[in-house]
């Protein structure tokens, strides 16, 4: 299940992709326009913005826009960034992985099942794209 950070994340950059060609967006109007918390959407913007997704620009005329062009930004990195890993247990995750407590050396049915899972899941997140959420 998608956390409510990451679904925010997705809301702000949705509208950020709408509005790129207008330049730098207030953080006040994305949060007043898709209905976030401010101080919650000011963490995430920060997020993407260490990540090189996002930039900014103070003082007058400033705000958030796009560093990276939103259709090389794939849904799955957006999840990685703001999420962590797509996996639903840790033993199947691909950039975050652990061996689950509860298994020993040789992993369960569930294991193989859930990478199936994974995979089908990041075929479709890779394929699509930032443009993709915002149509």
Do not use: W
Not at 20 to 33: F, H, Q, R, V
Not at 91 to 118: P, W, Y
Not at 125 to 130: H, Q, R, S, W
């Amino acid at each position: 299940m998608l956390s409510k950070k990451s679904q925010y994340a997705f809301r702000a950059l949705s509208y950020l992709v709408g509005k790129k060609n207008e330049g730098p967006i207030l953080i006040s109007d994305i949060a007043t326009e898709k209905k976030i918390p401010i101080k919650f959407l000011e963490n995430i913007l920060l997020e993407l913005k260490k990540a090189e997704i996002l930039d900014s620009k103070k003082g007058k005329g400033g705000g958030y826009f796009f560093n990276a062009d939103p259709s090389k930004v794939s849904l799955a990195t957006i999840i990685r960034l703001v999420n962590g890993p797509i996996a639903m247990i840790p033993c199947v995750s691909i950039n975050f992985h652990e061996q689950c407590l509860n298994c020993n050396q040789e992993h369960c049915g569930l294991h193989d099942i859930l990478i199936e899972v994974r995979d089908a899941t990041l075929a479709i997140l890779e394929k699509k794209t930032l443009l993709d959420i915002a149509h």
